[in-house]
């Protein structure tokens, strides 16, 4: 699923240790816009042709990724306010 591996792409910038690229805008907000990209693409494309089970599985794939994501950069961002 492309767009799984679109998602989970745009945080590898963030994998470092040190906080840096928090409190930078412009990578937030290309990972911003890879991620709603990824979503459109998901929502528009790859459901139109998945069935059933499927569309399912992508959806909660897709929001289980978005969910860890968030938890991350949370966590980072609380790591540069300290």
Same mark, same amino acid.
Request: aromatic content about 4%.
């Given at each position: $699923?492309?767009? !799984?591996?679109?998602i989970t792409?745009?945080?590898?910038g963030n994998r470092t240790r040190d906080t840096r690229g928090v409190d930078r805008a412009a990578p937030r907000l !290309?990972?911003?816009? %890879?991620?709603a990209s990824?979503? !459109?693409?998901?929502?528009?494309f790859d %459901?139109? !042709?998945l069935d059933g089970l499927a569309r399912v599985a992508a959806f909660v794939g897709a929001?289980?990724? $978005? %969910?860890?994501a968030g938890t991350r950069y949370a966590r980072l961002v609380a790591r540069s306010q300290q």
């Open positions: $699923m492309p767009a !799984a591996a679109w792409g745009s945080g590898k !290309a990972g911003l816009v %890879l991620i990824a979503v !459109a693409k998901l929502v528009l %459901l139109v !042709a929001g289980l990724l $978005m %969910l860890a």
